[in-house]
């Protein structure tokens, strides 16, 4: 199995424009899970979905943040307008079930908004 | 989900056993330890977790006290690409909580 793939691997955006990242789960888990990850904060939950359907999104910093899951196998995290302090690395992650399951990080993408 | 503590930072030779350890004394019953680790620009991996019992895989070793209230994940020969940072955290295993990754130990393994 490939793992956990996210795209891109590398953003640079300007303030206030929008930024897409994208996530595929391993095929079969029913859960995928989106962190955040700063070294003054560390790494943070921003949302979690099972089976499509978000389940805790009380991670999700404010209204300029959204996610969807249109699918079994793939998972898009949205940053609109973003501002630089959004700067971070982002992981997806995925499980066979619940958050109770072990998660399985992907390599995560690296946004930095100037 | 009960709190652990960590040391920030631990040195080990390489080939030598790496033994970092873990105070979880506030531990519920039903709740497990769970050992993840983070190398240097990638994501997490999970490595081994345990309710009471000591338990072994092919990529480490968890002791957990009788007490329950401190365990220690080993490496036994540790090499270079171990370094990284450990994340030790206590959770229910059957229960939907998020993970909350704390500060973790940054193991620098020594040539």
């Known amino acids: 199995d490939a793992g956990v793939i996210q795209s891109p691997r590398h953003e640079v955006t300007e303030m206030g424009q929008e930024v897409t990242l994208r996530c595929k789960p391993i095929?079969?888990?029913?859960?995928l899970f989106w962190y955040r990850q700063t070294m003054m904060r560390g790494l943070e939950l921003l949302i979690y979905f099972n089976n499509n359907v978000p389940i805790d999104d009380s991670g999700m910093p404010e209204d300029r943040f959204s996610a969807k899951m249109p699918n079994a196998s793939f998972s898009t995290l949205k940053i609109q307008p973003s501002e630089p302090r959004d700067s971070a690395v982002y992981f997806c992650a995925s499980s066979l079930g619940g958050s109770a399951d072990t998660q399985y990080f992907g390599p995560g993408t690296r946004l930095t908004v100037l | 989900d009960a709190k652990t503590t960590q040391p920030t930072s631990m040195d080990c030779a390489e080939g030598r056993a790496a033994n970092l350890p873990c105070n979880h004394s506030?531990?519920?019953?039903?709740?497990?330890v769970y050992w993840y680790r983070q190398i240097h620009s990638q994501g997490p991996q999970y490595i081994i977790h345990g309710l009471k019992n000591n338990e072994t895989n092919e990529m480490a070793s968890l002791i957990i006290t009788e007490d329950r209230k401190s365990s220690t994940l080993i490496l036994p020969h540790a090499t270079l690409r171990d370094t990284a940072v450990y994340y030790c955290?206590?959770?229910?295993?059957?229960?939907?909580?998020?993970?909350?990754f704390g500060k973790g130990t940054r193991l620098h393994i020594l040539p």
């Open positions: 955290i206590v959770r229910v295993a059957n229960r939907d909580d998020k993970i909350i």
């Open positions: 095929s079969g888990h029913n859960s």
């Open positions: 506030t531990i519920s019953g039903n709740e497990y």
